[in-house]
């Protein structure tokens, strides 16, 4: 399953910007899961000094994060194709 990641910027508290974004983009997309699209966030990473957030989704289209992250109200930059190594697992994902 293709990896994607979102790029936006999250002035302000770092530590509360990611909770909420995180909640938001998991609700978004479970709500879109319950309806049978494949998407599933996987996590974000808050880089504090660029106020710069990434959020890595699993989805079969770059389309469908979009879709995830608008239905969320989450504001973002880019959505990017991402190779992850899990690193538990090992291995391009």
């Not at 293709?2 to 002035?11: A, I, K």
């Not at 994060?65 to 194709?81: M, P, S, T, Y």
Request: charge should be negative; hydrophobic fraction near 40%; proline fraction near 4%.
């Amino acid at each position: 399953m293709p990896h994607y990641l979102v790029e936006r910027f999250l002035p302000g508290d770092p530590a509360a910007q990611l909770a909420a974004v995180g909640d938001r983009a998991r609700r978004s997309s479970e709500h879109l899961r319950s309806e049978g699209v494949h998407v599933r966030y996987l996590g974000s990473t808050m880089v504090p000094e660029d106020e710069t957030c990434f959020c890595l989704f699993e989805a079969l289209s770059l389309e469908v994060v979009r879709r995830a992250n608008e239905g969320a109200g989450l504001a973002f930059e880019r959505i990017l194709r991402a190779l992850w190594i899990d690193g538990e697992k090992g291995g391009t994902q």
